[in-house]
Each structure stands twice: as structure tokens, then as C-alpha cells.
């Protein structure tokens, strides 16, 4: 079965500080891994995404992640934290086999919490 | 653009009313995508649509039901609400998946919170 973990249900980091936000996920195939932040009582905005090419990928708000294929992550990293940071964070798959849908499947989501 | 608009942001059921979640999008995207989100549970896709006229279940669909008439619109309907069905949900839309798999993003409304009582 495909799926997508998120192992650390929260993060606290110094401002400052680098950050990381873990994700593990199974699929059959290449996997299409996207990243996604959730502002309290808003929708989620889409942080970026690997397809293919370069393992690392660059996106919004000077984030980025790491792709592994032999340890099957897609680690959501920033060098120096800011407080306004501090949000749920979730890891999404896309779903393999299902024909041309563009389903997705997310992780539980991880807070991050940035202290001053 | 507006993006992805949802109606209402916040909404009380009482136990067997019924009720529907408007999900309007003006980025002509084909895809549109229903999902609810639970505490520590993440999203769960609800139903989905690839174009207008067709919609398909995703991975909890019971308890509801959806029409896609035009490209813009894609509500979301509750016949008998349920406790179980207290959550927050989003509508979600992208355009068609470039490839045989798939690489589009979906780009997501506001949400509703909906309370069963």
C-alpha cells in the first residue's frame, strides 16, 4: 500500500536555528513528492514539490527538501528559522496506479514551532 | 483570481439535517478534489472530479455525494449529517496531470468547519 509518514508529530526550533521536518514514504514507482504549510484556520499553500532531476528542491519562502531514494525521504529543511514560520507542515505522495487523477495521499502533518 | 472559494467558513448541523459545501474555482482547472481533515489524521480525499460531468470516490466518500455541472463549481453535499462527519473540509483544483501520472499542483481553498450535533 502506498503511503506517507510524518514521524515527529512536533518540532520546536530556535529562531535562528536550521530547521528539518521529516517524511518517509512507500509508493510503487517514482514517487511525485509535494510539501504543503497550513496557517491556523487556513488552507494549505503549496511549499514545492520533486518530480524529477536534482534531489534537492528549492521552493517558497526559502524552504527546501531533500529527496532519498534509497531511504525513501523527502526531508522539508530551512537554514534559519523565523518565528513566522511556526505552522502545520504535511507531506503529500502522489498516488501511483490510479490512473490519470492526480490523487494525493498526505502525511498526519507536523507542527513547527519557532521560539524567539 | 480568487484562487479556490468555499462557503460557508464555519457551519452547525444538527444530527439527519443536510447541507451543501460550495467549492468555486476561476483558475480553469479540469481537476477538482474534495478532502476532509481530522485532528492528527491529515487529509482524507472525499470524492474527486477530472472534468465536468464526471466524479469519481476517493478514500471516504460515504455520507456524501457531489455533482460537477460546470468547470468552475464542484459542491459537496451532506444528506443526513453525522457526528462523524464534524471536520474541516477543503476543496482543492488543479489543472489535468501533465503525464500518464500525474505532476500538477493542487492549489486550496479556505475551508469549511462543520460542527454535528
Known amino acids: 500500500a502506498q503511503s506517507v509518514a510524518q514521524p515527529e508529530d512536533q518540532v520546536n526550533v530556535a529562531e535562528g536555528n536550521p530547521l528539518t521536518v521529516k517524511c518517509t514514504y512507500s509508493?510503487?514507482?517514482?514517487?511525485?513528492l509535494f510539501w504543503y504549510v497550513q496557517y491556523p484556520n487556513r488552507g494549505l499553500q503549496f511549499l514545492l514539490k520533486y518530480i524529477t532531476g536534482d534531489n534537492l528542491v528549492k521552493g517558497s519562502y526559502g524552504f527546501e527538501a531533500e529527496f532519498n531514494k534509497s531511504q525513501t525521504s523527502f526531508h522539508l529543511k530551512k537554514p534559519s528559522a523565523l518565528v513566522s514560520d511556526s505552522a502545520l507542515y504535511f507531506c503529500?505522495?502522489?498516488?501511483?496506479?490510479?490512473?490519470?487523477?492526480?490523487?494525493?495521499?498526505f502525511g498526519q502533518g507536523t507542527t513547527l514551532q519557532v521560539k524567539p | 483570481n480568487a484562487g479556490v472559494t468555499q462557503t460557508p467558513k464555519f457551519r452547525i448541523l444538527k444530527i439527519g439535517q443536510s447541507m451543501t459545501l460550495q467549492c468555486t474555482q476561476d483558475?480553469?482547472?479540469?481537476?477538482m478534489y474534495w478532502y476532509r481533515q481530522d485532528p492528527g489524521m491529515g487529509l482524507k480525499l472525499i470524492y474527486y472530479s477530472v472534468g465536468a460531468g464526471i466524479t469519481d470516490k476517493g478514500e471516504v466518500p460515504n455520507g456524501y455525494n457531489v455533482s460537477r455541472s460546470t468547470t468552475e463549481d464542484f459542491p459537496l453535499r451532506l444528506e443526513l449529517a453525522a457526528p462523524s462527519q464534524t471536520s474541516v473540509y477543503f476543496c482543492?483544483?488543479?489543472?489535468?496531470?501533465?503525464?500518464?501520472?500525474?505532476?500538477?499542483?493542487?492549489?486550496f481553498g479556505p475551508g469549511t468547519r462543520l460542527t454535528v450535533l
Open positions: 483558475m480553469n482547472h479540469n481537476y
Open positions: 503529500a505522495v502522489r498516488v501511483h496506479g490510479s490512473g490519470n487523477t492526480g490523487k494525493l495521499i
Open positions: 509508493v510503487s514507482g517514482n514517487p511525485y
Open positions: 482543492a483544483s488543479s489543472y489535468s496531470p501533465g503525464g500518464p501520472q500525474g505532476t500538477d499542483t493542487q492549489y
